[in-house]
């Protein structure tokens, strides 16, 4: 089974706020976005982080080919505990995961 940065651009993190992070996934393809779209569940992004499906919000965009996570921090963004501020750490997780 591949995994999601074997068939992608790039996959990037970054801060939505204080509270949220987002995660993209840049495709490049349609028959990527197809893929990516069809073989990577909210569910299985959730149990990656360890979030409640729930919480997760999901954006197919076809026009830019891209896929779209965005969920709670764990932490508040610049709290004593926080340990990555600008949430860029956050995509290499998803980079390797499986695909089904």
Not at 51 to 73: Q, T
Request: contains cysteine.
């Amino acid at each position: 089974m591949p995994r999601l940065s074997d068939l992608v651009l790039k996959v990037r993190s970054k801060n939505a706020g204080p509270f949220w992070l987002t995660i993209d996934i840049f495709c490049g393809t349609p028959e990527a976005f197809e893929t990516v779209s069809a073989r990577l569940s909210t569910e299985r992004v959730a149990e990656l982080y360890r979030a409640p499906p729930g919480d997760i919000k999901r954006f197919d965009i076809a026009d830019l080919m891209v896929v779209k996570f965005s969920l709670p921090r764990p932490v508040v963004q610049g709290s004593r505990e926080d340990r990555d501020m600008h949430g860029a750490g956050w995509a290499v997780l998803l980079e390797e995961a499986v695909l089904d």
